[in-house]
């Protein structure tokens, strides 16, 4: 079967350093997306990842390894409005996207 | 100049009702989906729709149904409505298909179904 993993809660202090880790088995792949997604609101874009290796967009990063399975999205720098879910998707084979649970992120001053 | 809309934001309704959501996109996107997220935050996607093409996902039950009277709305219609149904459906959009290069999906608000 198709499976993500993602920690389900994590909790950092602001202006600090996270990583969000997300491991995968799926289907075939076709990249890997991170979303952002406060509560009560919709999932917003994050990050693509089809290679491996790291891609930097401002305070957040995420990295790729597809032999292992494996990504991290890491966050810099934390502010209060970083207080989200954190969603991994993985595109399969028949370029659908599974979704994991998400990662709550919880800051504390 | 909201991007990609859905209305009712709330809708509570009885069991055995029939509903719909209405989904509307200004993006002039090509693609629109529906995506059902339970009470353990998945996101499942429930359709694809894409130039006429409907890509179902096998899971959904029957009773589910999306309808598309052009480009740029995709409502999806649910009869007989259960007390599983309960979740937020949120309405989707990209470009192209998904299997273009870096497509993202841009998300409606959301829609926070209650079945009593």
């Known amino acids: 079967g198709q499976n993500i993993d993602q920690p389900t809660e994590m909790t950092a202090t602001e202006g600090a350093i996270v990583q969000i880790n997300c491991t995968y088995q799926?289907?075939?792949?076709?990249?890997l997306f991170w979303y952002q997604q406060h509560a009560g609101e919709a999932p917003t874009f994050l990050s693509y990842?089809?290679l491996d290796g790291l891609e930097e967009k401002g305070r957040f990063s995420s990295f790729l390894s597809r032999s292992k399975g494996y990504s991290y999205l890491l966050l810099k720098e934390l502010q209060m409005k970083d207080s989200a879910s954190y969603l991994c998707?993985?595109?399969?084979?028949?370029?659908?996207?599974?979704w994991g649970a998400g990662t709550k992120l919880i800051i504390k001053p | 100049d909201t991007a990609v809309s859905q209305t009712p934001k709330y809708l509570v309704t009885q069991m055995g009702n029939d509903k719909s959501i209405k989904c509307e996109q200004n993006?002039?996107?090509?693609?629109m989906y529906w995506y059902k997220q339970d009470s353990k935050k998945f996101l499942k996607i429930m359709f694809s729709?894409?130039?006429?093409?409907?890509?179902i996902n096998e899971t959904v039950p029957n009773r589910f149904s999306p309808k598309s009277p052009d480009k740029a709305h995709l409502n999806l219609h649910i009869n007989s409505l259960e007390l599983g149904d309960s979740a937020v459906y949120f309405c989707?959009?990209?470009?192209?298909?998904?299997?273009?290069?870096?497509?993202?999906?841009?998300f409606g608000p959301g829609t926070r179904l209650l079945v009593l």
């Open positions: 989707a959009s990209s470009q192209g298909r998904l299997a273009e290069i870096q497509e993202t999906q841009y």
């Open positions: 993006l002039g996107h090509d693609t």
């Open positions: 729709y894409n130039n006429k093409e409907l890509i």
């Open positions: 799926t289907s075939g792949f076709n990249g």
């Open positions: 990842n089809v």
């Open positions: 998707a993985v595109m399969d084979s028949n370029y659908q996207l599974i």
